[in-house]
């Protein structure tokens, strides 16, 4: 069932997200599908600069394939004119996209890396803690950590305190509360990693290889 949803979200349409006018246009989704929205990086307020990550959920209701997402805004507070990285996932289907945008003067450009199986920590029951790092990120930075699991939910680092760089998945706290704690880190899950103060990130679809051990794995297809 995971090699499925794996094959199926890389032969599906891509997905397109635009921020702009204070709204956010996904586009290419399963028609009538429920799509999530991660954004994380900093803000242009109307002194400073504001450090912000923001989470919410849309639903293609006219099963055009096109979302309509409108973040928060307010006065000095608008999270579409930004420094930051957007990711929406198709909870169908499991295909993303993402926006990363430089409106904020005096950030440097973004990075992206790439996660690799030394930075999971798996033992039989899977992927539980994931350590990040990028070029210039000094130890116990804050990032900023969502993971979407198509047709499940989305869980993101809690509010109230920063992530450092080890980031457990249990730690991570559900965005609604009918979801289940997350225990670990699953074949499928897309993983967004944002640190706004080097400006890097990951964004990537977890694999078995990254986050499930060796000998495992053969169980994933004997299941199927």
């Not at 290419?28 to 912000?52: E, K």
């Not at 309509?68 to 307010?74: A, L, W």
């Not at 579409?80 to 993402?98: C, I, K, L, Q, R």
């Not at 706290?173 to 080097?198: M, R």
Request: charged letters at 15%; glycine letters at 10%; proline letters at 9%.
């Amino acid at each position: 069932m995971i090699s499925a949803l794996l094959l199926a979200a890389s032969l599906a349409a891509t997905v397109t997200v635009e921020v702009a006018d204070h709204q956010v246009w996904v586009r290419g989704v399963t028609p009538g599908a429920r799509v999530a929205l991660y954004g994380a990086g900093w803000g242009l307020g109307t002194v400073t600069p504001f450090r912000f990550d923001d989470y919410r959920y849309g639903q293609d209701e006219d099963n055009d394939g096109a979302v309509r997402i409108i973040p928060p805004t307010g006065h000095g507070y608008d999270t579409t004119v930004s420094h930051a990285v957007w990711v929406a996932v198709d909870m169908t289907s499991g295909t993303w996209g993402e926006a990363v945008l430089t409106l904020v003067p005096g950030k440097p450009p973004w990075t992206k890396f790439s996660l690799r199986r030394t930075d999971f920590a798996v033992g039989p029951q899977g992927a539980t803690a994931v350590s990040l790092a990028c070029a210039g990120s000094p130890a116990g930075s804050i990032w900023n950590v969502a993971v979407i699991r198509p047709g499940v939910g989305l869980w993101h680092s809690p509010d109230s305190m920063p992530s450092g760089s080890v980031v457990s998945a249990g730690g991570l706290v559900p965005f609604l509360p009918d979801v289940p704690p997350l225990p670990a880190f699953a074949p499928g899950d897309v993983l967004v990693a944002v640190n706004a103060d080097v400006s890097c990130y990951a964004a990537t679809t977890l694999t078995p290889e990254l986050v499930v051990l060796p000998r495992m794995r053969s169980r994933l297809t004997s299941h199927e």
